[in-house]
């Protein structure tokens, strides 16, 4: 197991690359904890796999440097970086047996056939699949199979990190769940270090210690569940994570007041911006409580979610999404008032008082 | 949902029944009538029974054509099929390289049988053949005309060279419906070249050249053009196959009696070989 480095890492697919727009992964630079479990969160095609590959060594970056516990292994092959990696399709030899298909990392490393009949047995045992050792991988379902991939990753007691691409795309959602429980599980037992790419943020935010929320070819931000919920540092990161995202809407400041339309806000304190930025409030609508007091809103609908009803309206002619719980009652001329501590303001999509890139892991 | 039966429907095969009732099974029908008759000419015709069918099982002649053409046959798969594994691996999988080797690669299927015969007949020629010339030049003694080596190697060389092609595309059409997360998953396991071939690749082409073996085995048993071309069977009756002998005897001697017989015989062996191909190939499918 190992701490992973990310020195300045770029990386661009064609050649010559000018323009930010031309790398898929523009500076990355991060160290990432020993036993670490962290997700990679993302849109499609915000460089998330381009980095996983980055790690693992089937891509080399066009700059900066990896380092594991300190040693460059930027110029490593895959094979001598001793990481596992687990992809979004299952891939299983499928003429060799369950049991074949786990020893194989083992015997292409000339363990001794002894270990490697004690580790195949002790995987067989934790992915649950000893009854079918002797089977064909061939005839498996999907999550048998992606069990035997995550297996050969496991199955080797020295890895240095196990990379998931994705891992659960092709697995029934009832399947989902318990694979994913079952991988939490292994986690905390074997204590590897583990970076989960994925798109899906419930499986990010049940998953990972930090998730790392990728944008644009960068990390926008790392942070726990929790600190991506209430201080998003990015606006992207205010409406990918939440169901509804966040409220993001352009204001003016007038002091420590921000301006929106005719209503103003008061705000805890006054933010740092220039002449000519970009000026946005971000506010969730778990921080939006509706009533008779505050600011007037026209509401659109109301749709029930069981526990919690999600209002949309029209506030200052810009929708806005509120959360409230069931067993609140919608006045006939609603107001709302936001909740001072889920009001942020952002500076060009930056949330003023940050740099604009990610902070330390 | 309702089954519906309505067996008017088998009147849309009428059409194409009656075609492969003119172009195959009428045909064969007239063979089987040959081979249990003697006829003397004048469309006069008097039962013979299984005399023909135990003539030829007889006859030295058709065995060493048969154990010819299976020769030519083995030959021609052990050369054929790895060549073919061979040069599909190291054809481009993208880029302008992909395009050109295709083109390339199927340039030998387009050209006919016969003009591939002509045009190694030619070659393979000492006096105005470029490589029979070349060989000459170079001092080595080669002539397809004279020596009954020299002529198979030229016939399983042009054999080679036009149907090699065939095992290519198939294999690498199976190639590279295999997706990349098994050779990066590869890589990560560290797997050997030969693991990945063995591993990977094998298995993926598997069905790909069972139907190449197949063809390939049909083909080289069945062949007659290319070499009737090239050395006419000869020299002496070296090169000449069942086909070859099949046409000397049905058309050159006018022996229809037998040449029926034997046709049918062959017919027999193809499938009969064809089916143990398949059977031996797709049984470890089953092995689960």
């Not at chain 2, 095992?167 to 797997?191: E, F, H, N």
Request: hydrophobic share 45%; net charge negative.
């Amino acid at each position: 197991m190992a701490r992973i480095t990310l020195d300045h890492i770029r990386h661009a697919y064609g050649p010559n690359p000018q323009a930010d727009t031309d790398y898929a992964l523009r500076e990355v630079h991060h160290e990432w904890k020993d036993g670490g479990a962290y997700a990679l969160l993302g849109p499609s095609g915000c460089g998330k796999t381009t980095l996983l590959n980055i790690i693992s060594g089937l891509l080399q970056p066009s700059h900066g440097r990896i380092l594991f516990d300190g040693k460059d292994v930027t110029d490593l092959s895959t094979q001598a970086r001793n990481i596992a990696q687990v992809f979004q399709f299952p891939v299983v030899y499928d003429t060799m047996s369950v049991y074949d298909n786990l020893a194989f990392p083992l015997r292409n490393r000339g363990v001794a056939e002894a270990d490697v009949d004690r580790r195949v047995k002790e995987m067989l045992e934790i992915i649950d699949l000893s009854d079918r050792a002797k089977r064909k991988a061939q005839g498996l379902t999907a999550d048998q199979k992606q069990k035997i991939s995550l297996g050969r990753g496991l199955v080797r007691n020295d890895v240095n990190a196990i990379l998931f691409d994705e891992p659960l795309t092709v697995i029934d959602p009832h399947m989902k769940w318990v694979l994913r429980s079952q991988l939490k599980r292994l986690h905390k037992q074997l204590g590897f270090t583990m970076v989960y790419v994925t798109h899906d943020q419930t499986e990010a935010l049940t998953f990972a210690d930090k998730v790392v929320v990728m944008y644009e070819g960068q990390i926008v931000q790392i942070g726990t569940p929790a600190e991506l919920f209430e201080k998003p540092r990015h606006t992207f990161v205010g409406y990918f994570i939440g169901s509804p995202g966040m409220n993001v809407m352009p204001v003016s400041l007038d002091g420590a007041r921000a301006v929106v339309g005719s209503q103003d806000i008061a705000l805890a304190e006054a933010p740092k911006s220039v002449a000519g930025d970009r000026l946005q409030l971000g506010i969730r609508p778990e921080f939006i409580r509706i009533g008779r007091e505050g600011m007037p809103v026209r509401i659109d609908r109301v749709e029930d979610i069981g526990r919690r009803k999600i209002v949309r309206a029209d506030f200052e002619g810009r929708p806005i999404a509120i959360v409230a719980s069931e067993d609140v009652e919608i006045p006939a001329e609603p107001k709302i008032a936001f909740d001072p501590a889920g009001v942020h303001i952002y500076v060009n999509s930056w949330l003023a008082g940050s740099p604009a890139t990610a902070g330390e892991a | 949902m309702e089954k519906t039966w309505n067996n008017k429907a088998w009147f849309l095969v009428l059409p194409v029944l009656l075609l492969v009732a003119f172009s195959a099974v009428i045909p064969l029908m007239t063979v089987v009538n040959y081979s249990v008759q003697d006829t003397f000419g004048n469309n006069e015709f008097f039962w013979a029974g299984t005399d023909w069918f135990t003539e030829i099982l007889h006859s030295d002649r058709f065995w060493a054509a048969l154990q010819r053409n299976l020769l030519f046959s083995f030959i021609i798969l052990a050369l054929e099929i790895p060549l073919g594994i061979f040069i599909a691996l190291n054809m481009p999988k993208k880029g302008l390289g992909v395009p050109v080797c295709l083109v390339l690669m199927s340039l030998p299927l387009l050209i006919p049988w016969n003009v591939v015969g002509t045009i190694w007949q030619v070659f393979g020629r000492v006096d105005i053949g470029l490589l029979g010339h070349t060989l000459e030049a170079l001092g080595l003694d080669y002539n397809y005309v004279r020596d009954p080596l020299d002529a198979w190697i030229t016939v399983i060389v042009m054999d080679v060279w036009h149907w090699t092609s065939l095992v290519v595309l198939l294999c690498y059409a199976g190639l590279v419906s295999i997706p990349d997360a098994y050779y990066q998953a590869a890589k990560i396991d560290g797997a050997s070249r030969w693991a990945v071939f063995r591993y990977i690749q094998l298995p993926k082409m598997k069905r790909v050249l069972l139907i190449a073996v197949l063809l390939r085995f049909m083909d080289s048993f069945m062949i007659y053009t290319e070499p009737f071309v090239v050395t006419g069977g000869g020299p002496g009756n070296s090169t000449t196959f069942l086909s070859i002998d099949l046409v000397k005897m049905a058309v050159g001697q006018f022996d229809l009696g037998p040449a029926a017989a034997m046709s049918i015989i062959y017919f027999l062996i193809i499938l009969l070989m064809s089916w143990i191909f398949y059977t031996v190939m797709t049984s470890s499918d089953a092995d689960n």
